[in-house]
């Protein structure tokens, strides 16, 4: 099958395309044909070396495939043929700290794409039990339900598991025309939350208008002043954060007293500087999240299937020029968007 490997880390000439036999299955495997995988700014970090990463190893952890070949020991409800969307990691089934709803936090959790091949590839194998069935797509492409996991699970996860949001309650999203910003108001407009969009940049704040934002911020350093104005001078119950570092101090001071910044991203893996103070007198608290669990990517499923959540992404081929230049775009903000390996 033809993969792209990542050599080493380092730049983008370490992805490398090239022939590799196709994946043995185990008992407790699915061989799949990946229908579409997602390129992650993770993948970028991962790259570079700022995660657990062993290469030689195929990278991709945002995958959606069809089963072609199942396990002696898989239960009967995976058959051939079946559409199935996966977490981005492997957890442990055994271990009884890994219960559904924390095995994102599983300590022997093993990261797709980085400690082990992931989906840059035509086909993957992977255990049944990080597996969740499409029964129907609806209107919504296949190849799409690649980062129902990474970006659409990782928001239910932080507005409804961990931030607990309610209908009704303000919610600020930084990096808003970025690959996870445009989902996030989505998903947040779906749960009934008041939407702030901030985005540096007013071309993409025109494209993100049709996602219905409550208000949009343009900004060039300082979003919080006008984050308080709209909110009468108290600021958002929320902040979803996938910027990290270069907006997180903008974040807070957007926060209302007792508001939460809902941490999923860092651009920036250098350390972070803040004043400590802040959090304690007026009760906010930074709450970082961990993508998501299988309840929160069945839920990330429907919000696709019935259409509240309409995925906004390009589609490139697997092959080593159109996946290096997609890693550059990524690195650079220039996506508007996701781009998904269709091979
Ligand atoms: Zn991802």
């Not at 490398?16 to 043995?24: A, G, M, S």
């Not at 058959?79 to 089934?93: C, G, Q, W």
């Not at 409550?214 to 979803?240: A, M, N, P, Q």
Request: proline share 5%.
């Amino acid at each position: 099958m033809r993969a792209i490997i990542m050599n080493s880390v380092g730049g983008v000439e370490n992805l490398v395309e090239k022939e590799v036999e196709i994946p043995k299955i185990s008992n407790e495997d699915v061989l799949l044909k990946v229908v579409g995988c997602g390129i992650c700014y993770r993948d970028v970090l991962a790259r570079k070396g700022f995660m657990r990463v062993r290469p030689p190893v195929i990278p991709g952890h945002e995958i959606v495939g069809r089963i072609v070949e199942v396990g002696d020991r898989v239960p009967q409800n995976f058959k051939k043929n079946d559409l199935v969307a996966s977490l981005i990691y492997i957890y442990d089934p055994k271990d009884p700290k890994c219960v559904e709803g924390r095995e994102n936090i599983c300590r022997s959790r093993v990261s797709i794409g980085e400690e082990r091949d992931g989906c840059y590839a035509e086909y993957i194998s992977l255990p049944h039990w990080i597996l969740v069935k499409i029964d129907d797509p609806g209107e919504t492409p296949p190849e799409a339900y690649s980062f129902a996991a990474c970006v659409i699970g990782t928001l239910v996860r932080a507005l409804k598991t961990i931030g607990k949001a309610v209908r009704g309650e303000s919610v600020l999203i930084t990096g808003a025309s970025g690959g996870i910003g445009i989902h996030a108001i989505q998903v947040a407009k779906a749960y009934g939350l008041k939407v702030i969009a901030a985005t540096r940049s007013s071309e993409k704040a025109e494209k993100i208008k049709i996602f219905n934002p409550d208000h949009i911020i343009v900004y060039k350093d300082r979003f919080s002043e006008e984050v308080r104005k709209l909110t009468d001078g108290e600021g958002v119950d929320y902040v979803i954060e996938s910027v990290g570092g270069p907006t997180l101090t903008e974040s807070i001071r957007s926060l209302r007293w007792g508001g939460k910044i809902l941490l999923i991203g860092n651009v920036d893996p250098s350390p972070y500087q803040m004043m400590l103070g802040h959090l304690i007198l007026r009760e906010n608290s930074i709450l970082g999240v961990m993508n998501s669990c299988k309840h929160e990517l069945r839920e990330a499923i429907d919000l696709l299937r019935k259409g509240f959540v309409k995925p906004v992404y390009k589609t490139i081929s697997l092959d080593q020029d159109s996946v290096r230049e997609a890693h550059q775009i990524i690195e650079r903000g220039g996506s508007f968007g996701r781009i998904i390996i269709k091979p």
